[in-house]
């Protein structure tokens, strides 16, 4: 019998929640960059630590800068992205530039007294969760991302190591404008914007998954499904020393369902294994939709 492979094509397909979330993010970014970084004398790295440094010491607004360094960028790397990536670029690119220069017209200062480490703090935050917003819904502003992929396309260097390099080199030139001090504030705004990045990507529906190796493994999974109302798995496993086979309970549960689920399985096997994995993220029923009414309090979690 002969076998047909059908690959399924990636969806190219132009989103308005894609555009809107994409321009929600640039605008949250923008506005950590103009009323916490260059309001502070706090650098970046990147392009916008690129377009910082024009901006110090060439006085070049960073709303053209963006788009003078990026779309020559666009036009090397248009080949190694995607139609929707491409598309979205070019939107993240422009929706970006503008928002910086709306916001830099805006009359607005945020009183931090002088406060560097709020300062750092606030950019951290606000430029982080608008930057993982923009990541999560599939947009880029281009810039060092291109590069990178071009160096992983030709040189076979992995992009994360590419853009650590170009950070770090864009935060060295920096220090032509910015003292130690402000430096170090710097680094501290880098560490809490990629925290936040990380956390926003991830999603809200965080989560553990739990792998149980237990003889009593058919009560255990009887009163998980009943008692915590959550599918379980059942994965036929093989004892490494041993060579006997046995079954392992794989389960996905809210971080605050944990503690029931320990007390389930020791109730009826006090010597079980217990693993248990940080799941970023779990969508389905029971976590992203149709949770299980177990109280008041879960009419609010919709």
């Known amino acids: 019998m002969g076998v047909i492979m059908v690959t ?6 132009i989103r308005f929640i894609d555009l809107l979330m994409i321009g929600i993010g640039c605008a949250m970014f923008a506005f950590g960059l103009v009323f916490f970084n260059i309001a502070n004398h706090l650098a970046d790295g990147g392009i916008s630590g690129i377009t910082l440094i024009f901006r110090a010491l060439f006085h070049i607004d960073p709303a053209y800068s963006t788009i003078l360094i990026n779309v020559p960028l666009i036009i090397i790397g248009w080949r190694f992205l995607g139609r929707q990536s491409l598309i979205y670029t070019i939107y993240g690119t422009g929706m970006l530039s503008l928002c910086l220069w709306v916001w830099q017209r805006i009359p607005l200062t945020i009183a931090l ?28 502003t281009g810039g060092t991302d291109i590069i ?12 994360g190591r590419t853009l650590l390099y170009l950070d770090v080199v864009v935060l060295l030139i920096s220090l032509v404008y910015i003292d130690i001090q402000h430096m170090a504030y710097t680094l501290i705004y880098s560490y ?30 009887d009163e998980i499904m009943t008692e ?7 994965i036929n496993g093989e004892g490494g020393f041993s060579h006997q086979e046995r079954k392992m309970i794989y389960v996905v549960v809210a971080p605050s369902e944990l503690y ?34 177990k109280g008041w309090l879960n009419r609010f979690r919709h």
């Open 192 to 221: 809490v914007f990629a925290r936040i990045v990380n956390f926003t990507q991830e999603g809200a529906y965080a989560a553990r998954g739990v792998i149980v190796v237990s003889e009593n493994y058919q009560q255990i999974t």
């Open 8 to 13: 399924q094509q990636p969806d190219e397909s």
């Open 260 to 293: 029931r689920l320990r007390q389930i399985i020791q109730r009826n096997d006090s010597r079980a294994f217990i693993s248990v994995i940080n799941v970023n993220e779990a969508l389905g029923e029971g976590f992203s939709f149709g949770l299980p009414d």
């Open 228 to 234: 915590l109302e959550r599918g379980v798995s059942l």
């Open 113 to 140: 007294h002088g406060d560097l480490l709020l300062s750092a703090l606030g950019a951290g935050i606000i430029g982080g969760f608008g930057s993982g917003l923009l990541y999560r819904y599939g947009g880029t």
């Open 148 to 159: 990178a992929r071009i160096f992983e396309r030709f040189r076979g260097v992995p992009m």
